[in-house]
């Protein structure tokens, strides 16, 4: 590794950790109310669930809208294990959410192999099937708890550990899709003809994201049935996935960056605006129409915001001033 990169490495760790360390702060301080933690908790979960749909939608370039049918295997397979296993703490919840993910993961690669055929609105309307048909499932069997939900899930509603999953999940989605897996997936995005006269197995790659994309819903789901302690098959239904798409549209399809930003926004300000609960929903609504009429590629597009940058014009002006000052 060169010295540029691990220099880059130890910047956004630092960020983080000042991040983090700021939130905790404002914390201890009584700064933030516990109302104001629980939104925070929820934008740990919405990142996750923003960036995971972003894999398939901007990356692989196919619009699905039956995420939340993933986020529901996750959150319920997590929440079964929890009532069903006694391995309490944060050691029962780290396992609870690896299962939770790798079961959405069994689903992706079951949908995805003979979805991923179709495409455009085609896949829309089949993926939102999918999610439908979770949902109707979910209700149907007793052992899920019915149309009742499923109660009585130990709550983990600590923030340092949700806080430091959304950061490794993000991580780990962003190094995949930028390496040279990634760049197939991206290759099939730009143009799968010729993609796949250059040698890359379409079904593969598609299916591969796929199934990263569900992965990380259900590690979302898990972490959503764990901080609420009670879910319903109600809550993932279509209106869900289309909250997570429009997040995803809005920050920019294809940036990592974008979606983060997105889901933390999209998170807080229908919060923010409770004060005005008769027109709250209408000031939300407008404010998403004008991001699209002013910038209807999402407010990043497909960019990362790269603090490789940030360095290099710091070095450049540095490197000015100390030929200026020789000279």
């Known amino acids: 590794m060169s010295r540029n990169k691990r220099l880059i490495y130890l910047i956004n760790i630092g960020l983080v950790l000042i991040l ?3 939130l905790t702060i404002l914390e201890a301080s009584g700064v933030f109310t516990r109302y104001t933690m629980s939104i925070l908790r929820l934008v740990c979960i919405n990142v996750v669930l923003a960036t995971s749909l972003n894999v398939t939608v901007g990356n692989l370039g196919q619009i699905t809208l039956g995420h939340a049918g993933f986020m529901s295997i996750g959150a319920y397979t997590a929440g079964l294990f929890a009532k069903g296993v006694e391995i309490g703490g944060q050691n029962g919840y780290l396992i609870g959410i690896l299962l939770a993910g790798i079961c959405a993961g069994i689903f992706g690669i079951i949908v995805g192999i003979p979805v991923l055929r179709l495409k455009g609105d085609y896949l829309a309307i089949v993926t939102l099937a999918f999610g439908e048909i979770i949902r109707v499932l979910i209700e149907y069997f007793d052992f899920t708890g019915g149309a009742q939900g499923l109660n009585g ?6 923030f340092s550990v949700m806080f ?15 390496s040279r897996h990634g760049r197939a997936v ?16 379409i079904t593969y790659y598609k299916t ?28 993932f239904n279509y209106n869900k996935s289309f909250d997570i798409l429009v997040m995803v549209v809005l920050g920019g399809m294809g940036s990592f960056t974008g979606a983060v930003i997105s889901a933390t926004v ?20 407008l404010l998403l ?6 910038r209807p590629e999402g407010l990043l597009g497909r960019k990362e915001f790269h603090i490789t940058k940030v360095v290099d014009k710091i070095k450049t002006k540095f490197g000015k001033h ?6």
């Open 266 to 285: 999209l998170t807080i300000v229908p919060e923010t605006l409770r004060q005005f609960n008769d027109y709250r929903m209408i000031i939300y609504s």
């Open 289 to 294: 129409i004008m991001v699209m009429l002013f």
């Open 186 to 201: 991206l290759a099939i995005r730009e143009d799968e003809i010729a993609a796949q006269s250059s040698g890359i197995n």
């Open 164 to 178: 430091f999953l959304a950061v490794i999940c993000v991580t780990l989605m962003y190094s995949v899709m930028t």
């Open 208 to 235: 591969f994201a796929f199934t990263l994309s569900a992965f990380f819903a259900g590690i979302a789901g898990a972490m959503y049935a764990h901080n609420i302690g009670t879910i319903g098959a109600s809550v």
């Open 322 to 327: 100390s030929v200026e000052g020789g000279s």
């Open 20 to 22: 983090f360390a700021i």
């Open 153 to 158: 899930i130990p709550r983990m509603q600590n």
